[in-house]
Each structure stands twice: as C-alpha cells, then as structure tokens.
Nanobody, 128 residues
Framework: VQVMESGGGLVQAGGSLRLSCTAS????????LSWFRQSPGKEREGVAC????????RYADSVQGRFTISRDNAKNTLYLQMDDLKPEDTAMYYC??????????????????????WGQGTQVTVSS
C-alpha cells in the first residue's frame, strides 16, 4: 500500500490551499480516510475524516467551518480544501487510511491509533 500527499506550501494568513492524497494497493472505496497534522513538539492531531462513500464527515473544532474534506473514489484521491488559513495551521499534514468499520466514534475517527496506512506528509506553512 502506498499513500502520498501533495499540495502543501507557503501561504499568507487568510489564504487557501488544497491538499491531495492518492492511495494505491488497496480498494480505495472500502477505506475510511482522514487528515492529520503535526507541528514540532506537539502530538499528531486529527483534522478531518470522511467515510468510504463521502457521505459523512467530521472535523476538529479548530478547523470547523474553514476546512473541507472530500474524496473522489473514481480517482483514488482524497482532498482537503483549507480556507482562511491561520499561522497556527502551520504543520506537516498527513493522510491516513483504515478499513472502514461501522459505528466509529468521533474520537476513534480522529485518533491516530485507529489508522494503519500513512503517507509521508506535506508541509503547510502559514505566514502572518
């Protein structure tokens, strides 16, 4: 299984970025997918997650209303649209996948220990 993120970069506060994540070696539509982020000295934080059909999404409070997660199962691709970026959004962003199971709580869906496939990350830096 290979998971690869792209789309990170340097942006000014208030700007936007769209991250992408492709996955191969698995049946993409059978997987629950999430975005995580981690900055130096901090724990990895769940940002947003989406179920296998894209019909259910959940967000961390810190990004609710600013970030949008989506997926295109035909292209084996996950997205994260990030708007109104803030300096505190600066972090390495990771895509993660786990075989879908029903009744995942929000804590489980946004918890790093739930996931077994990870990408290498893409850096997002927001300047003030």
């Amino acid at each position: 299984v290979q998971v690869m993120e792209s789309g990170g970069g340097l942006v000014q506060a208030g700007g936007s970025l769209r991250l992408s994540c492709t996955a191969s070696g698995l049946i993409f539509e059978n997987y629950h997918l999430s975005w995580f982020r981690q900055s130096p000295g901090k724990e990895r934080e769940g940002v947003a997650c989406i179920d296998r059909r894209g019909s259910s999404t959940r967000y961390a409070d810190s990004v609710q209303g600013r970030f949008t997660i989506s997926r295109d199962n035909a292209k084996n691709t996950l997205y994260l649209q990030m708007d109104d970026l803030k300096p505190e959004d600066t972090a390495m962003y990771y895509c993660a996948a786990v075989l879908w199971t029903p009744f995942m709580t929000t804590a489980e869906a946004l918890g790093a220990s739930s996931y077994n496939y990870w990408g290498q990350g893409t850096q997002v830096t927001v300047s003030s």
